[in-house]
């Protein structure tokens, strides 16, 4: 029996309403990108950004990978299907989203704020090989932690709060570490979030057609009643 996604229709439709969401606030923010990020560079302290690096580590993809995976063994040991799913697909939706960010990476090609012309695209596309000064569009943590997020808050509605925060974090730490635009990390949570959505949907198989009946002789019909005289 083949499978599908369930409520694959509506899944998609969300998925196509974020994506135009999130194309249109890139665009906004690439105007506002290098007032920001001058703006969060000029807060910066020290002790400020020991801790924000320690949050954005939140982001980094093989720390998601292992919350994933804690959310699944937990699941198994507790004898909870709904955790199991849930970091099952959270897997799905890191893989994804971690090929997607990275083929986008390498054809946008956009210098990082500290790199040299900063906030331009295109640096020798597509700039296999070259220097990570040059990945700055879309952020990869961004991407990979709402990607994360998406899956096990739509699964688990529990972890929604705490999955929002880690997010919001990881978001806010990518600029005021100076390595992305306000651009990138927007356009690296649209698509985490797409590819959270597509693999959070249930998956069940469609229902069975009915049997239309065999071909062969009718069966006999009960004799006409008389009609009165």
Request: proline letters at 9%.
């Amino acid at each position: 029996m083949p499978f599908q996604i369930g409520h694959d229709a509506g899944a998609r439709r969300h998925a196509a309403a974020l994506a135009l969401f999130g194309c249109i606030a890139t665009a906004l923010a690439l105007s506002a990108d290098r007032g920001v990020a001058s703006a969060f560079a000029a807060m910066q302290t020290e002790a400020g950004r020991q801790g924000m690096l320690l949050l954005t580590q939140l982001g980094n993809g093989a720390v998601d990978f292992a919350l994933a995976g804690a959310v699944l063994v937990a699941g198994w040991a507790l004898g909870r299907s709904r955790l199991v799913q849930a970091g099952l697909r959270a897997a799905v939706a890191l893989s994804a989203a971690g090929i997607a960010v990275q083929v986008l990476k390498h054809l946008a090609c956009r210098a990082r704020p500290t790199a040299a012309a900063p906030g331009t695209f295109f640096h020798g596309v597509p700039c296999l090989g070259g220097e990570p000064a040059f990945f700055s569009f879309p952020s990869g943590h961004a991407t990979m932690v709402t990607a994360l997020a998406l899956a096990l808050g739509l699964r688990v509605p529990a972890l929604r709060l705490p999955a929002a925060a880690g997010v919001a974090v990881v978001m806010v730490s990518r600029v005021y570490l100076g390595a992305h635009f306000p651009s990138d990390v927007l356009a690296g949570a649209t698509l985490g979030a797409i590819a959270g959505i597509l693999a959070a949907a249930p998956i069940h198989s469609p229902a069975p057609t009915p049997l239309a009946a065999p071909d062969g002789p009718s069966a006999p019909q009960p004799p006409a009643a008389p009609m009165p005289r």
